[in-house]
């Protein structure tokens, strides 16, 4: 199971990090990636990580803002969040694929969220104004 946390209220130009904790099973060999969801809006992608690490993929939107970056022997994936917009206001999920991050990306692209293999429960991420 995954279990991403970290969200809170922050104003706008500030700074959150997102945990994805993992349990119940080992995700070091998966790619794994963050969505949120705005509400009355779709899930939409953020970013998604290689099993290593070493590759990564950001939508348009968070480039330069957002880093991901992950911890296999924590079984943990980190987003940091800076410069935050009222525009991130959303519900942000991790998720994780057995797929290569250039697989993942490209089925996503098609597919969008529900061709990831697992989820987590969400967490809330408010910027204020």
């Known amino acids: 199971q995954l279990q991403a946390s970290g969200g809170g209220l922050v104003q706008a130009r500030g700074s959150l990090t997102l945990s994805c904790s993992a349990s119940g099973r080992t995700f070091s060999s998966y790619t794994v990636g963050w969505f949120r969801q705005a509400p009355g809006k779709g899930r939409e992608f953020v970013v998604a990580?290689?099993?290593?690490?070493?590759?990564?993929y950001y939508t348009d939107s968070v480039k330069g803002r957002f880093t991901v970056s992950r911890d296999n022997a924590k079984n943990t994936v980190l987003l940091q969040m800076r410069s935050l917009k009222p525009e991130d206001t959303a519900l942000f999920y991790c998720?994780?694929?057995?797929?290569?991050?250039?697989?993942?990306?490209?089925?996503?692209?098609?597919?969008?969220?529900?061709?990831?293999?697992?989820w987590g429960r969400g967490t809330q991420v408010t910027v204020s104004s």
């Open positions: 998720a994780a694929d057995n797929m290569a991050l250039t697989h993942v990306v490209r089925k996503t692209s098609i597919v969008g969220a529900k061709g990831w293999d697992y």
């Open positions: 990580v290689s099993w290593s690490g070493n590759s990564t």
